[in-house]
């Protein structure tokens, strides 16, 4: 799932302007909040993205 968000979204990144994750709960992958900052798709990249949907 995380190399598909990567490959469809390559401009994913983490919000450098926001507060950073850190551990909360006793879980060792529960980080949060992670917020992440995604450039949107130009116009003909998100046509071809809706083809055959």
Not at 26 to 31: A, L, T
Request: no cysteine; hydrophobic share 30%; proline share 9%.
């Amino acid at each position: 799932m995380i190399s598909q968000l990567l490959t469809r979204y390559r401009s994913l990144r983490r919000d450098g302007a926001a507060e950073p994750p850190r551990y909360r709960g006793y879980m060792p992958r529960s980080f949060s909040p992670l917020h992440a900052v995604v450039e949107p798709a130009a116009q003909d990249e998100r046509e071809k993205s809706h083809v055959g949907q």
